[in-house]
């Protein structure tokens, strides 16, 4: 099973602060940890939402509204793609990313990615006219 560990923004990363001292080193040890366990398939962090886009479509029409954006919460930080056996062992792992910046409070949303099986199966169904 592949979960993204999805780490939400704060207004520190949205104004571009860097992390306090140590940051950099212990998100390097709990990655060499997921590396170590032969769970990690990717990670990254992500520049503020102030150096990116949305492109919003509407029909036909698309659309460009460039960043910054509100809400830093809502907005997605970095991330970690992991492959482990159950939700539950992601969950562990989720819980041990270390703080982050300056608050001692953040979120870690965990989302399940989809298998080629399951597309497949949706395909399947929809083909079939089926929910």
Not at 50 to 66: L, N, Q
Request: contains cysteine.
């Amino acid at each position: 099973m592949r979960f993204m560990m999805i780490l939400k923004s704060d207004p520190n990363t949205e104004e571009g602060v860097p992390p306090p001292p140590g940051m950099f080193e212990a998100m390097g040890r709990y990655n060499q940890e997921l590396i170590k366990a032969g769970v990690m398939l990717s990670c990254d962090g992500l520049q503020p939402s102030s150096a990116g886009a949305r492109i919003k479509t509407s029909g036909d029409k698309k659309s460009v509204i460039d960043g910054p954006f509100a809400e830093a919460k809502e907005l997605v930080g970095g991330f970690w793609l992991i492959q482990v056996k159950s939700k539950a062992e992601a969950i562990e792992w989720a819980k041990r990313v270390p703080t982050p910046y300056h608050s001692g409070e953040f979120e870690i949303e965990l989302r399940q990615v989809y298998d080629g099986a399951e597309v497949a199966e949706m395909e399947k169904a929809n083909r079939e006219g089926k929910k």
